[in-house]
């Protein structure tokens, strides 16, 4: 049973965070809840729970900030549960190792890619091959030209395209960077596969340049 002090102090807790402090609570759950308020009761024990009451629980301000923390500290702690849910998911979903699967997921997040289309565009690329090679030479998961590769990060080797890390981090990064270029996904997926010259070039003459890659990589049909 929870000593009735300790309860009067996170009932006080519970008023003064408010519709955060309790929609956090139902998502992150019970258990984890409970655990994340023991540094507030820590906090207030080394004061004496009756002069907790008696002052710093009628402090807004000291009261909000405790909890704010706590709830920062929720929140990263969640974030680190849907990440590995999501790692999890997209593990099984396209039947690859963990390990890739994590590092697929980071390396979209870290470039602002949407992780869904991440992997999409790896599996239709490469079929989550570390070396492949395509006809034109572009190389690993995400199929970087060297040209390309070496635009965005001069300094970097054909070799060096076929680390995993390297090879994510560019391509996502690639995309993204056509993505907010041209506001369109497809059109980006599109400028990505043939070229943003070759693109442009067609659309000025009121061509369309769909040649089918897009609607793989959006529809999830494999290469």
């Keep these: 049973m929870v ?13 003064h965070a ?5 929609s956090r609570s139902l998502r992150a759950g019970r258990a984890g809840v409970a655990a994340h308020a ?8 080394s004061v004496g729970f009756e002069h ?14 405790l909890a704010r923390a706590t709830l920062a500290e929720v929140g990263l702690r969640t974030a680190g ?36 289309l991440a992997y999409r565009l790896v599996r239709v690329e490469s079929s989550f091959r570390q070396r492949a090679i395509g006809p034109a030479g572009s190389i690993g998961f995400t ?33 993204r960077m056509l993505i907010d270029r041209y506001g369109d996904t ?10 943003p ?3 442009e070039a067609l659309m000025a003459v009121g061509e369309d340049p769909a040649n089918g890659y897009a609607a793989r990589v959006l529809g999830g049909g494999a290469r």
């Design 3 to 15: 000593p009735m002090k300790i309860k009067n102090v996170l009932d006080v807790l519970g008023r």
């Design 18 to 22: 408010g519709r955060a402090w309790r």
């Design 38 to 45: 023991l540094p507030i009761l820590a906090a207030l024990a």
């Design 52 to 65: 907790a009451e008696a002052g710093i629980l009628r402090n807004p301000p000291v009261v909000n900030g």
């Design 81 to 116: 549960l849907d990440r590995t849910e999501e790692v999890r998911r997209h593990a099984q979903r396209f039947r690859i190792g963990w390990h890739l699967s994590e590092r697929i997921y980071d390396a979209a997040v870290q470039n602002g890619l949407d992780v869904e």
């Design 143 to 175: 199929q970087v030209q060297p040209g390309t590769a070496r635009w965005l990060d001069p300094g970097v080797t054909a070799e060096e395209l076929f680390e995993v890390d390297t090879n994510l981090g560019l391509g996502f990064r690639y995309l």
């Design 186 to 195: 497809r059109l980006a997926l599109l400028a990505y596969n043939r070229g």
């Design 197 to 199: 010259a070759t693109v």
